[in-house]
């Protein structure tokens, strides 16, 4: 029996779901990732890399810590692997740093939190600046202390002409929250239903502009997203390690680098 050619929905495959992200228009202040050479021995750059820091408390009750001291030694690990990003040319970078789920725990460590993101934001700003970084927040910025959202501010400012490495800090972050102030803010400009789609969503999203995760990396051994990007990590690669964030060096980085140049990625094809 003769078959026509197949129907297809308009939409698939969504442009979301692109195997490479388009190139940079500039609106994001960074270039897109290098390619590999074949004759360097590099691997593949990701054009994005999104890291669940995980293990900080356990890092400090392994060494008889307080759980603050965990989170001090954190945050000494995320200088390490930001150098590191920008030597290997990755154009986005995204630390899960706070949950809103967070907010459950005791009120000496959220505080404390929060004293460790204004100390390292006043500390770095002007080094980041220097490498070409450019900050940018994920999260609920109005429900932070004011003293919080100061420091922020100003180091968003600072930043700005960044080109050489978007750094998106989730502080106060969670998934699900994403997509529920991505359709209030289409409603509030008045979207159409009929012209909600997959593209409408992720232009309302606090990654507007930015290339999916490629890869979403994850320390300290569980196995899960935990209301981490879960739009659009649709097609990331997932790599989980066991080493704890405070140990997860240049070194481990590569590692999982490594382990995603070895995936080929298909994206349903």
Do not use: C
Request: overall charge negative.
């Amino acid at each position: 029996m003769a078959r026509g050619r197949l129907a297809r929905p308009t939409d698939a495959p969504p442009s979301a779901h692109a195997a490479r992200p388009p190139e940079s228009d500039g609106t994001i202040g960074v270039a897109p990732g290098p390619a590999a050479d074949p004759t360097s021995g590099e691997s593949a750059v990701p054009h994005h890399v999104a890291i669940i820091m995980d293990g900080n408390r356990r890092w400090a009750r392994s060494r008889a810590l307080p759980e603050l001291e965990g989170h001090a030694a954190g945050v000494e690990a995320i200088r390490a692997i930001l150098r590191h990003a920008v030597r290997r040319g990755i154009p986005v970078l995204t630390l899960y740093a706070f949950s809103r789920e967070n907010w459950a725990r005791d009120d000496a460590e959220v505080r404390g939190l929060f004293g460790l993101l204004e100390a390292a934001i006043r500390s770095e700003t002007a080094e980041l600046k220097v490498q070409g970084v450019r900050i940018g927040l994920l999260g609920r910025l109005d429900e932070l202390p004011e003293d919080t959202r100061r420091s922020i501010a100003a180091a968003l400012a600072e930043t700005e002409g960044g080109s050489r490495l978007r750094l998106n800090i989730a502080f106060n972050y969670a998934g699900r929250t994403e997509i529920v102030d991505a359709v209030r803010r289409l409603i509030e400009h008045g979207t159409r239903s009929e012209d909600v789609d997959e593209a409408a969503i992720e232009a309302a999203l606090y990654t507007a502009g930015l290339p999916d995760p490629d890869v979403i990396i994850r320390t300290g051994g569980e196995q899960r997203l935990s209301n981490f990007l879960i739009w659009q990590a649709a097609y990331a690669e997932l790599y989980t390690t066991e080493v704890l964030w405070p140990d997860f060096g240049p070194e481990a980085f590569d590692a999982a680098l490594d382990e995603f140049a070895r995936r080929a990625r298909r994206f349903g094809r």
